[in-house]
């Protein structure tokens, strides 16, 4: 629900029939409903009154379910969804609910303002989310339409800190669009909701449950996560295609801040099938809950309460506190020998200090033990080979030996018969000139080393440990670097420069790549990351985002003018905003609304905004 300037309407509580509550002021429009800060003449108490438009309510099949659905929503009682505490009769002219007024500010306006959240910030309110879903979900009802502007977020008074710390967010409008979604609204093609975070199968009218919530939440994690939508267009044609084709870029390449394990986690949200999906809302909220544990936020609430309360100071310390974090637990994964788990927690502490010479020495230091582990396996390999065959030689020279030996003892029994008193003393000789024993040194030789050199297994038999050879996992790899973001972007793979679209012949093992801008002006270069090259077919793809700088719209003009530009929002004469980009150009339509008694005409503009530059409106 977008924000409206506030207006008295006292005067329209006649015209809508709604005796039991007076109007005060209109604080929300929306798609579906026109919300109104109305007063309880009962109970004496502030309320949100949300009155469904008209066309939709003149709708049969809308007026026949509404009361019935409404209720059900009214029995969800949650601390993070917001109350239903009335409902309107079949006698009414209106069709209309009474929810609890929550003072403060949507989740659309906290990203408007401050753009991307700090990850655990972002998971903390995923999380509160996902359990009011969880919620909601054990009583059959599913929302539909997660999105921003259904998130309250509440800055009354409450006590801060602690597991006592009273909930603020508030997920709001549960089962509208179920409300709504009747066969004589949908039947003719219209799209109720936000196409942009509609499941997949909810678009193609399929059948919805738990988990086409849970993809509505991914896509909330991944909009507070990046500042952007996984599946953008320029219209909502092309916005619906990209979600029924399914894939997106993860979230963790956008902004490498964020880290590969929220990544996985969001991306698995997104499946474009149910069954890819987290079978329900606790599982994501478990999901979310380990990595905040893990990581030291043991009561995202009260995470969220001090970002909400003390942004400034939140902000300057957070890089500091998630980067000895993420050290520690990559030290203690490092220490149990997971050295792919240390790996992607130093990689995110790097995204926040890409220069720290510990965590690039620790980095380096993670590479070598890989490359040692490595050696160590292709010397074990080795080592085992040359032990099987030196086994099979000792088997059949003593399988040999003995079928030699029979005919031997036979013979001079026969020629020499005087001699049989002697012949026990030649058989031990004439059983070690067959040396059926002599291989034995060499399993015990090799048995000495860690990892074996080769000269010392080769030397003896160099035919036999050709074989064990070849089962090394050495070689190249065909790499491809595909970016999103600017074109002209380049790689640097190891420090070496190259094009994006060069395919590289790169060994096996991890390498470090750094994505480059264009211009410093138009993007912000990512950190490097370290990259494992693995054997497979085909290239192996390493994708790289760069990301938009924020364009800057100014507005210069008199005070009390102020201008409205669809997607990015309002601006009042005297201020400038950061809007963010994700492409090379964006164009605007903005509205402008003079001062109050200037005299001026509202008039409109086409406003062309580019990354790192400032637009500036004129109103004089």
């Known amino acids: 629900m977008r ?135 054990r009583h059959g009802v599913i929302h539909r339409d997660i999105k921003p ?28 669009a179920k409300l709504l979604d009747a066969q004589g609204v949908t039947h003719t093609g219209q799209v109720l909701g936000s196409p942009a975070h509609m499941a997949p199968e909810q678009i193609e009218g399929g059948d919805v449950d738990a988990r086409s919530d849970v993809f509505g939440a991914g896509v909330l994690l991944y909009e507070m996560l990046t500042g952007s939508l996984p599946f953008e267009g320029k219209n909502p044609a092309q916005v619906l295609r990209r979600v029924l084709e399914g894939g997106c870029i993860p979230p963790d390449r956008i902004r ?56 400034s100071e939140y902000l300057a310390a957070y890089s500091a506190r998630i980067v000895q974090r993420l050290s520690q637990r990559a030290q203690a994964r ?42 160590i396996e292709i010397g074990l390999k080795i080592l ?27 013979q001079p029994a026969q020629k020499a018969p005087p001699e049989k008193k002697d012949s026990p003393k030649s058989e031990p000789p004439a059983r070690t000139v067959a040396q059926p024993k002599e291989p034995l040194p060499l399993p015990n030789e090799p048995a000495a080393e860690p990892v074996p050199e080769t000269p010392r297994v080769t030397t003896k038999k160099p035919l036999p440990l050709a074989k064990p050879e070849r089962v090394v996992e050495e070689g190249t790899r065909a790499v491809r670097t595909p970016i999103a973001g600017p074109q002209n972007a380049r790689v640097r793979i190891d420090g070496e420069l190259s094009s994006w679209f060069q395919v590289h012949q790169l060994s096996y093992g991890p390498h470090v790549f750094e994505f480059i801008p264009p211009n410093a002006e138009c993007c912000e270069q990512p950190p490097p990351v370290t990259v494992e ?51 090379p150009e964006e164009h605007l339509v903005c509205t402008i609304f003079p001062a109050p008694g200037s005299g001026s005409e509202t008039r409109q503009i086409d406003v062309d905004l580019r990354p790192g530059r400032t637009f500036t409106i004129v109103e004089r």
Do not use: W
């Open 149 to 176: 502007e259904n998130v309250l977020l509440s800055t009354d008074g409450v006590p801060t800190g602690g597991p006592s710390a009273s909930p603020r967010v508030k997920l709001t409008d549960f089962g509208i």
């Open 384 to 410: 085992g080979g040359a032990l099987l065959l030196s086994g099979l030689a000792f088997a059949g020279r003593k399988f040999l030996g003995q079928s030699a030996g029979a005919p031997t003892q036979a």
């Open 334 to 375: 490092r220490d149990q020998g997971d050295v792919i788990g240390s790996s992607v927690d130093y990689n995110r502490a790097l995204a926040y200090r890409p220069d720290d010479t510990i965590l690039l020495a620790e980095v380096a230091g993670l590479r070598r033990r890989r490359r040692v582990r490595k050696q």
């Open 3 to 137: 924000e409206v300037l506030c207006m008295s309407i006292a005067s329209a509580s006649p015209d809508l029939g709604i005796s039991k509550y007076e109007l005060l002021e209109e604080i929300g429009h929306g798609g579906m409903a026109t919300v109104y800060r109305a007063r309880d003449r009962r109970l004496g108490r502030d309320v949100a009154l949300k009155v469904i438009h008209r066309h939709l309510r003149d709708n049969p099949d809308v007026r026949a379910r509404f009361a019935s659905e409404a209720l059900t929503v009214a029995r969800v009682k949650h601390p993070n969804i917001v109350e239903v505490y009335d409902v309107s009769d079949d006698t009414e002219p209106e069709r209309y609910l009474v929810v609890e007024l929550v003072r403060g500010m949507t989740l659309r306006q906290l990203l408007a303002e401050a753009g991307p959240l700090p990850p655990e910030v972002a998971a903390s309110i995923g999380y509160e989310v996902a359990t009011a879903l969880a919620h909601a979900h």
């Open 256 to 311: 490498p801040e964020i880290g590969s394990v929220y990544g996985q986690i969001v991306t698995r949200a997104l499946e474009r099938e149910p069954s890819g999906r987290y079978a329900s809302a606790t599982e994501l909220a478990e999901a979310l809950m380990n990595e905040l544990e893990s990581l030291g936020v043991t009561d995202p609430r009260a995470e969220i309460v001090q970002f909400l309360d003390e942004r």
């Open 533 to 583: 090259i693995v054997p497979g077919e085909g290239p192996q793809l390493v994708r790289g985002t760069i990301q938009f700088r924020d364009a800057i719209l100014r507005f210069d003009g008199p005070l009390g003018a102020r201008a409205t530009c669809g997607a990015a929002g309002s601006i009042v004469a005297g201020s400038s905003r950061a809007i963010r980009m994700s492409r």
